[in-house]
């Protein structure tokens, strides 16, 4: 079993930075990619960045050239940099990652997410 440990939401101005951190730990071989979504009432979660074992990134066209992804292969860590943050950026943020306890058969798991309200 994995568990996803998210950490670094919080209310911040318009503009403003904030540090989103996901930690994975318990029965893990291997993470294959790891990303962070989004969501707000009445919509569906949104795919906002992931990042893959190799280190290609991509993301979600609302986000780009704001927020950065990374990971720490050594502690099972990925962080979301949101720089310029915007109103619409308001949303519960949740960190999914795909692991493998085995190194063959992958799972999907999810975080407990993080509320980010960006308000003036």
């Known amino acids: 079993q994995v568990q996803l440990v998210e950490s670094g939401g919080g209310l911040v101005q318009p503009g403003g930075s904030l540090r989103l951190s996901c930690v994975a730990s318990?029965?893990?071989?291997?993470?294959?990619?790891m990303g962070w979504y989004r969501q707000v009432p009445g919509k569906e979660r949104e795919l906002v960045a992931r990042?893959?074992?190799?280190?290609?990134?991509n993301y979600a066209d609302s986000v780009k050239g704001r927020f950065t992804i990374s990971r720490d292969n050594v502690k099972n860590t990925v962080y979301l940099q949101m720089n310029s943050l915007k109103p619409e950026d308001t949303a519960v943020y949740y960190c999914?990652?795909?692991?493998?306890?085995?190194?063959?058969?992958?799972?999907?798991?999810w975080g407990q997410g993080t509320q980010v309200t960006v308000s003036s």
């Open positions: 999914k990652i795909v692991a493998s306890d085995d190194g063959m058969t992958y799972v999907w798991y």
């Open positions: 990042i893959f074992d190799g280190g290609t990134a």
């Open positions: 318990g029965s893990i071989f291997s993470i294959n990619n």
